[in-house]
């Protein structure tokens, strides 16, 4: 079975624009999880869809934005980057009941200039 | 709000000896999910090893171990016979039940490295 496969893994954004990261969950999983890591504020949680619909959400200014398709594939949005905004974004994938382990995906280096 | 805390940001170990990474969190439920992640230079988290507070029984994944104090909020992880390949970040997380509605979310510890030596 493939693993969690984010895309692209790595990128270098201007302040001010925006960006999309994808994150394809292991086959049959409907829940998608997204993290942000920095040096500074460590793993912090972003969202979590299931099922096409957020169900968690950290707390994290507007600016930061996901979605999830019927195939259970979820992209993230942040608008307006910021410097701060440099991280390496981990997706995690389950089954959704809560009860499963959360699995990662290689993440997504973001640089913003 | 649930918090992990990880007092050690460095450890060293030599090959093949036996190393111990502390984890203390704090919590008003009585039930949750416990874990330790493994994050090696590649950056991909790794599951190491999970436990379940309503279990007494401490967990165990081949050299990897967990000492759970639910009294204490405590749960360290015991690395034997440790090689090479163990050398990584290793994250002590917390997630809570799906009674609670957040159980989507892990609380991460800000994570120890480890070094092993020859």
């Known amino acids: 079975k493939a693993g969690v496969t984010q895309t692209p893994r790595y990128l270098i954004k201007t302040r001010g624009q925006q960006v999309t990261l994808s994150c394809s969950p292991i086959?049959?999983?409907?829940?998608v999880s997204w993290y942000q890591q920095t040096p500074g504020q460590g793993l912090q949680f972003l969202f979590e869809y299931f099922s096409e619909t957020q169900r968690n959400k950290g707390n994290f200014p507007g600016r930061f934005s996901g979605r999830q398709f019927s195939n259970s594939r979820s992209e993230m949005n942040v608008s307006t980057l910021e410097l701060g905004d440099s991280a390496l974004y981990l997706c995690?994938?389950?089954?959704?009941?809560?009860?499963?382990?959360?699995?990662f995906g290689p993440g997504t280096r973001l640089t913003v200039t | 709000a649930q918090t992990v805390t990880q007092s050690q940001p460095e450890m060293s170990v030599q090959e093949a000896e036996t190393v111990t990474l502390s984890c203390t969190y704090d919590t008003s439920e009585s039930d949750y999910y416990l874990f330790w992640y493994k994050q090696p230079p590649s950056r991909q988290m790794i599951l190491v090893i999970r436990?379940?507070?309503?279990?007494?029984q401490n967990a165990t994944e081949n050299r990897f171990s967990v000492n759970f104090q639910k009294a204490a909020k405590s749960f360290s992880l015991k690395i034997s016979d440790s090689q090479l390949g163990d050398a990584a970040m290793y994250f002590c997380a917390y997630r809570s039940t799906p009674y609670t509605g957040t159980a989507s979310k892990l609380t991460f510890g800000t994570g120890t490295r480890l070094q092993v030596t020859l």
């Open positions: 086959s049959g999983h409907r829940s």
């Open positions: 436990q379940e507070a309503y279990k007494q």
């Open positions: 995690a994938s389950s089954l959704g009941g809560g009860f499963d382990e959360q699995y």
